[in-house]
């Protein structure tokens, strides 16, 4: 799969869910607008990504398509947030 222009392909991370005192599952997702997502297929112009890194985004952002099974959301450079960078040991 290659995005056209300065898109990529991301596999959203799905949160664990967390259980409410009274026992209700509430998704991390919920608590929060910004979403992970790791990207796997970059676009046809560099915007200073690459396979591998884990961007943040809105939960209303992208097109979401699949390819090989796998579940993927096509993201505009400008509906991503973020590069999340991991933390040193």
Do not use: C, W
Request: no cysteine.
């Amino acid at each position: 799969m290659k995005p056209l222009g300065r898109k990529v392909a991301i596999q959203p991370i799905k949160d664990e869910e967390q259980k409410s005192a009274g026992g209700i599952i509430i998704p991390i997702s919920a608590e929060s607008e910004l979403h992970r997502g790791v990207v796997r297929f970059l676009g046809t112009q560099d915007i200073g990504l690459k396979v591998g890194d884990e961007v943040l985004y809105p939960s209303d952002a992208g097109v979401e398509v699949e390819y090989d099974n796998v579940k993927l959301l096509i993201l505009a450079e400008g509906e991503m947030t973020a590069k999340q960078h991991k933390k040193p040991l």
